[in-house]
Every structure is written in C-alpha cells, then in structure tokens.
C-alpha cells in the first residue's frame, strides 16, 4: 500500500464524538469524548474513556492518526464469558 492511499485512509475516518476506537498499536476499546484542538498541539485531537482491568474509568488524549474506527458492536463470541459471569453472580449471594 502507498503511503499516499495510507495518508488517504487516516482523513477518512471522521472520528466523532461517541465513536469507539482502539490504539492502532493495540489496546482497549475506548469511546472518544471530545474532539477538536487542544492548546499545546496542532490540529485535532481525541480525549477517550475506557475501563482498565480493574474496572476503573481511564481518560487519556490521542492524536488521530494514532487509533483505528471499531465496530461499535462487539461481535459474538469476543466476551470472555468468565469474567462477566462473577461479576453477575455477585449480586445472588
């Protein structure tokens, strides 16, 4: 792939606020919250939540190019079952 259709494909994302996007490095999902400039940097930034492992809330800011659109469903089959069971069963004792 060019560089120019790579460069293409990142202006194309129009990533907005609400969107869920992932580190192109890899990591959690995470919802954008705020999208525009910031003062210490060109151009338009994303501040983003998500749950760490330990289920606490997490922001952060990314540029852009730095993190990939994700469906905003997430497909059968990728939960891990096990831990959403303990936490159901919690509430049963």
Known sequence: MSSATLI???????IGIGDVVAL???GPRMTVTYVGPVGFASGDWLVCQWFDEQGELRQDMFA??????????????????????GIATVGRL
């Open 8 to 14: 293409d494909m990142q202006q194309e994302q129009n």
């Open 24 to 26: 192109r490095s890899g």
């Open 64 to 85: 852009q190019d730095r993190v990939r659109l994700e469906p905003r469903s997430i497909p059968p089959g990728s939960v891990q079952m096990q831990q959403y069971f």
